[in-house]
């Protein structure tokens, strides 16, 4: 019984070290200002993490869709996405595990989806890790770099204003450039939302400056 209690002890200090010893130089600062713990991308292996950039380099995707809601001031939502398909579930599990957020989907035609749409998880995971294991191709730079600005935007709640959400729109439109991309709603629908119903925008406009 003693001895069970002297190993408890020391377990129990050994957790305390360390919490005690997270430096400052552990912590990246978020959109806000505000120290988050990053002790966890550095336990990531180089070549693990550079694995993970370059499988995603090929299979991965940043989205940014518009969803319209009337019961919104600014009557549109912004859905942030991170997404990587493939039908060997192996390297899905992998980056769900050593990411630790975000879920997999499984499709009918035998594709699995890793799925991560949190603003937490893509806040002070996806993008911290992506900031530190970069891409090799121009145009996944280009679409992570602009998914990002997107993302930094929504986090210091921007695309709850009208000027906020037309950057975020002027932004996405030039997201996933190429053959095959199509948008439900683009820069002229969300133009024409708001010509549609000026009472609304500028009762809008009103409660911001109170």
Sequence with gaps: MCLKLVILVIKLTVKIYKIQ??????LL??????????NWLKQIPVEIGNYFAGFVDGEGSFN???RKRNDSKVLWQ???TFNVAQKDITVLALLKHHLGCGRIDHRKDGVH?????NHTALKE???????RFGFLSASKKRNYSLFSKIARLVFASQHLNQEGLLEIVKLREDLNEGKGRT???NLTNFKESFS??????????IQLME
């Design 64 to 66: 940014v869709s518009l």
């Design 78 to 80: 912004v859905i942030l």
């Design 183 to 185: 948008r439900k709603h």
């Design 196 to 205: 549609k119903n000026p009472q609304r925008l500028n009762a809008e406009s």
């Design 113 to 117: 989806q890793y799925i991560v749409q």
């Design 21 to 26: 010893s997270i430096r400052r130089e552990d």
């Design 29 to 38: 600062k978020d959109s806000e200002g505000n120290f988050m713990d990053q």
């Design 125 to 131: 995971k996806i993008i911290p890790f992506f900031d």
